[in-house]
């Protein structure tokens, strides 16, 4: 029965729950929040080094987004909006933090929690793994936030080119060609790992 | 086929998309020949395969909740008269939550109520009879009775008086000496 109630759940489409919010169902905004708050968190995570501030910036997002839902137009699908709000978000983050010292720090003190919990039998192992994270996110943090935002949608986030291109409103091309030059800048710092 | 050609050619897409350079003769045979685009090829495959090893951080397990109870609260001003946010404020002070629509109104009913109050004490407060009934040697009274008229008498507004008042005022000062 409950696992019935969980399929038809997740076969609504998030635009029902999106017409519902704006109707005046504020309830309806908690579904979207269930759906894409871990999405939006590991983007936040990527694009800005530091939980702390991801948590924030989470937040925000899904306050601005549900101020304004009623210009959502529907022409886009809702995740791809909440993206562009997300990366938005970050982007004004970006511009007033100075936590740029402390990020790669909390950031790896937020893995090492999270490892202890998969890797305890292997402590060596979890090390490593954290180091590695850490690493590749020190990398990712030097790159331009316009090129960081195309490199964590891209891998971390698993979109397609067209789906970047409509989240940072230009075209495929320059998606491209920002990941070509991120992957070139990425190159040399990556080298060891 | 030059360095710059290959460059141009191996794009991240084709690097992470799996679509290796076995099936472009062209760019196999200069990637053979040349040893400085060999290794360029190589960082960046190695490169991409780093990124694509990237996993999310998982959210704090409470975070959904707090975006929800913040969610709530917003949806909660949002639906709050612009009128009735002090009554709202009161009200969550005394950590009493009760639903908008019933303090948009009680908000309303309270401002209208005050707005006949202010109306009725600035155009409609006239001199009532209220101090004949009372004992003619209380003169606090009558002292009262024209201290609340002392707005209209700022305004300019002539306090208009009977006669049969004003002799029954002087009858009773004379009472008093
Ligand atoms: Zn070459």
Partial sequence: ?193 | MNCEDFMTTINVNRLSSGLKLQENVELKQHLEACPKCQTEYDEMLQTVAVLESLRNPDPPPDLALKIQKQIAKEHRRSRLAFFASPLARLLAALKFNPHPALVNCTAMVFYLVLTVFLVKLTFFSEPDNSVHVLSPTKTVWRSAHVVTTSWATIRGIPVPMEESEQVTAEEMLIQER
Avoid at chain 1, 51 to 57: E, L, R
Avoid at chain 1, 123 to 131: A, D, G, Q, S
Wanted: aromatic share 10%.
């Fill in chain 1, 1 to 193: 029965m409950l696992s019935s109630f969980f399929v038809v759940n997740l076969m609504i489409p998030d635009d029902v729950y999106v017409h519902k919010t704006v109707e005046g169902d504020g309830s309806a905004f908690n579904e979207l929040v269930q759906r894409h708050h871990a999405k939006i968190y590991g983007l936040a995570c990527r694009m800005l080094g530091n939980p702390d501030d991801a948590s924030d910036a989470t937040q925000e997002t899904f306050l601005e987004a549900f101020k304004s839902l009623p210009s959502f137009q529907f022409q886009s699908k809702f995740s791809t909006w909440l993206y562009r709000v997300a990366i938005n978000t970050c982007q004004q983050h970006i511009r007033k933090s100075d936590s740029r010292g402390r990020t790669l720090m909390s950031y790896s003190n937020c893995l090492r929690e999270q490892n202890r919990q998969y890797d305890s039998d292997f402590p060596e192992r979890m090390v490593l793994k954290t180091e590695r994270d850490g690493l590749i996110q020190a990398a990712i943090d030097q790159l331009p936030p316009k090129q960081r935002a195309v490199v964590v949608l891209f891998y971390a986030q698993n979109l397609k080119y067209r789906e970047i291109a409509l989240v940072l409103d230009c075209s495929e091309g320059t998606v491209a060609s920002r990941l070509n030059t991120a992957i070139r800048n990425l190159k040399s710092m990556l080298k060891d790992l």
